[in-house]
T-cell receptor, first 114, second 114 residues
Framework: EAGVAQSPRYKIIEKRQSVAFWCNPISGHATLYWYQQILGQGPKLLIQFQNNGVVDDSQLPKDRFSAERLKGVDSTLKIQPAKLEDSAVYLC????????????FGSGTRLTVV | AQSVAQPEDQVNVAEGNPLTVKCTYSVSGNPYLFWYVQYPNRGLQFLLKYITGDNLVKGSYGFEAEFNKSQTSFHLKKPSALVSDSALYFCAVRENTNAGKSTFGDGTTLTVKP
């Protein structure tokens, strides 16, 4: 079974620039999550999709972050404009429908904003 | 709101000795509890989960965890540590709903010395 694919692996941008991350979940997984992991902290949920609908985006900074999951499969997360404090690893995870399963995480995208 | 506490930033043990990584949680209702491991430059990997039933659950790589409802704890354990167990460990709690989101602790770095 293929894992969760994310790209790019690394990205360095200047503040106020824009950036986009891509995620392809495990085939058949209805639920997709984007987490932000700042160095020294645990992952923090940004947005959760169930198929192509948003379930929870309460911690997404909507003035600069946006995400979509077209056709209930791939997802993109965008930051525009980026701030220095956005430097983090952005993790995508997926799981089947239902709450009793662990997540499968991708390798993440390490973003550095300079 | 749900939360997870991992009181130790760092745990050091000698190879062959038992290890314990501590986790306490707060959530409404009955929790789903998870442990994940993160190796350097890798995404998080699911280790084990508690959903219901036996309070002692077994997972990958010889790890197990004990659920204690009265103490709201879910400590990770292994009878005999290996150097290769050295990694960053995250505890997570999830709402007992179909679309529940997971909240992660800030992680504990486990170092096993030969």
């Amino acid at each position: 079974e293929a894992g969760v694919a994310q790209s790019p692996r690394y990205k360095i941008i200047e503040k106020r620039q824009s950036v986009a991350f891509w995620c392809n979940p495990i085939s058949g997984h209805a639920t997709l999550y984007w987490y932000q992991q700042i160095l020294g902290q645990g992952p923090k949920l940004l947005i959760q999709f169930q198929n192509n609908g948003v379930v929870d985006d309460s911690q997404l900074p909507k003035d600069r972050f946006s995400a979509e999951r077209l056709k209930g499969v791939d997802s993109t997360l965008k930051i525009q404009p980026a701030k220095l404090e956005d430097s983090a690893v952005y993790l995508c995870a997926s799981s089947p429908s239902g709450g009793a399963t662990g997540y499968t995480f991708g390798s993440g995208t390490r973003l550095t904003v300079v | 709101a749900q939360s997870v506490a991992q009181p130790e930033d760092q745990v050091n043990v000698a190879e062959g000795n038992p290890l314990t990584v501590k986790c306490t949680y707060s959530v409404s209702g009955n929790p789903y509890l998870f442990w994940y491991v993160q190796y350097p430059n890798r995404g998080l990997q699911f280790l084990l989960k508690y959903i219901t039933g036996d309070n002692l659950v077994k997972g990958s790589y010889g790890f197990e965890a004990e659920f204690n409802k009265s103490q709201t704890s879910f400590h990770l354990k292994k009878p005999s540590a290996l150097v290769s167990d050295s990694a960053l460990y995250f505890c997570a709690v999830r709402e007992n709903t179909n679309a529940g989101k997971s909240t992660f602790g800030d992680g504990t770095t486990l170092t096993v010395k030969p």
